[in-house]
């Protein structure tokens, strides 16, 4: 059983930094993109970065500059480094990577459960 898990979610003031970070676990044998999206209270999720195996990176508008995305992938882990945030930053953030696990024969997307940001003002 393939999962990924969230961590590093909090509450932080504006312009303060905060580091998040998947783990993938289970019969994986290969990952391929990885990301980031997030979800604000009642509003759509929407991709804040996403990273290739080979370390291709891609950001949302509103976030470049500001987010780092990157991932090791000996750990099957994808970090989101976060610095001067913002209170429209505030939402949901969601682990999102194409895996390739054990029997079967396609990659599928798995999600995470979500760690929570609150940024004040």
């Known amino acids: 059983q393939v999962q990924l898990v969230e961590s590093g979610g909090g509450l932080v003031q504006a312009g303060g930094s905060l580091r998040l970070s998947c783990a993938a676990s289970?019969?994986?044998?290969?990952?391929?993109?990885m990301g980031w999206y997030r979800q604000a209270p009642g509003k759509q999720r929407e991709l804040v970065a996403t990273?290739?195996?080979?370390?291709?990176?891609k950001y949302a508008d509103h976030v470049k500059g500001r987010f780092t995305i990157s991932r090791d992938n000996a750990k099957n882990t994808v970090h989101l480094q976060m610095n001067s945030l913002k209170p429209e930053d505030t939402a949901g953030y969601y682990c999102?990577?194409?895996?390739?696990?054990?029997?079967?024969?396609?990659?599928?997307?798995?999600w995470g459960k979500g760690t929570l940001v609150t940024v004040s003002s």
């Open positions: 999102n990577a194409e895996i390739l696990g054990a029997g079967t024969y396609y990659g599928r997307n798995y």
């Open positions: 289970g019969s994986i044998l290969s990952i391929n993109a």
């Open positions: 990273i290739t195996s080979d370390g291709n990176t």
